[in-house]
């Protein structure tokens, strides 16, 4: 039996059965033949964080051809984020777009600390709403971790909010049911991932 990584091809585990049930049963294509290099049509558009910890493919147990991956700190859209997912979802036939978070997110942590480094300062900026939204009662700071994961699962409520409002062709195609639009958030210390709404 091939291996990916340490799971067994088309293995049972929690991100790849949270995922697949996410997908619902949308047509994946694998790496075993040629047909991936025939025809981009994956199932899903994800839009994650740039950190190496959590590379959706990794978390999922996915390979090549199965997800459109969008990758930028803090998981944030922009309008090039929004016209890949509009390509992904319109015309390639993908199903999902999911916008997934993860625990202890150094994008967050910067934001919450006003952190200032060259272009970096203006997407942090993007992210610091989600800080000011976030409801928190102990310490709001970036060394406190619970405050960080709730800082990054409202990030993603929002930047899931924010696609279905800054893209009326996704927004159009979610209120039709022809894709589902959803948030997740991974954990880096347990490996087990959340979806949601």
């Not at 040629?34 to 558009?45: C, E, K």
């Not at 202890?104 to 610091?128: H, Q, V, Y």
Request: glycine content about 12%; charged content about 20%; hydrophobic content about 45%.
């Amino acid at each position: 039996m091939r291996q990916t990584l340490g799971h067994p091809l088309g293995c049972d585990c929690l991100g790849r059965r949270g995922f697949l049930k996410l997908a619902a049963g949308a047509t994946v294509v694998g790496i075993g033949g040629g047909s991936v290099f025939r025809a981009d049509r994956p199932a899903a558009v994800l839009l994650t964080c740039i950190d190496s910890r959590a590379p959706a493919e990794v978390i999922m147990d996915l390979g090549l051809g199965d997800i459109f991956n969008c990758r930028v700190a803090g998981n944030v859209r922009n309008a090039d984020i929004l016209g890949s997912m509009e390509f992904a979802c319109k015309l390639a036939g993908a199903k999902v777009v999911l916008v997934m978070g993860h625990t202890a997110c150094g994008a967050i942590k910067g934001a919450i600390d006003n952190a200032e480094l060259g272009n970096l300062t203006g997407l942090l900026t993007k992210i610091k709403p989600a800080v000011e939204e976030t409801t928190y009662t102990g310490e709001r700071l970036a060394k406190n971790y619970a405050f960080v994961d709730a800082v990054a699962r409202k990030n993603v409520e929002m930047t899931v909010a924010g696609i279905r409002k800054d893209s009326p062709v996704l927004a159009e195609l979610d209120a039709k049911g022809e894709i589902k639009i959803a948030g997740a958030m991974y954990s880096l210390e347990t490996g087990a991932v959340e979806f949601f709404d």
